[in-house]
Nanobody, 111 residues
Framework: QVRLVESGGGSVQPGGSLRLSCTAS????????MTWYRQAPGKQREWVAS???????NYGDSVLGRFTISRDDAKNTVSLQMNSLKPEDTGVYYC?????WGQGTQVTVSS
């Protein structure tokens, strides 16, 4: 059983930054693309960013230019650097690989 654990969430003012991390319990990372999703209160889950095995990244329109996804296969970790945060970035952020999901980490952007 693969376990994914997110960390790094918290509360920040608009314009601030946070860095999320997701660590897997196994080396499954190395064989798959990794993805971050988020879900705001009362809204459907939204795709945020993905990174392929080869390190190619893609971003949702709402975060393009502000968020950066990266991976460290040696540490079984994928990260999401979030800059210039906006209130609409508030939500629970989840990492996913293959059919496995983390438990989520809360991000709150508010003044």
């Amino acid at each position: 059983q693969v376990r994914l654990v997110e960390s790094g969430g918290g509360s920040v003012q608009p314009g601030g930054s946070l860095r999320l991390s997701c660590t897997a319990s196994t080396s499954i990372f190395q064989d798959y693309a990794m993805t971050w999703y988020r879900q705001a209160p009362g809204k459907q889950r939204e795709w945020v960013a993905s990174i392929t095995r080869g390190g190619n990244s893609n971003y949702g329109d709402s975060v393009l230019g502000r968020f950066t996804i990266s991976r460290d296969d040696a540490k079984n970790t994928v990260s999401l650097q979030m800059n210039s945060l906006k209130p609409e970035d508030t939500g629970v952020y989840y990492c996913a690989v293959a059919n496995f999901w983390g438990q989520g980490t809360q991000v709150t952007v508010s003044s």
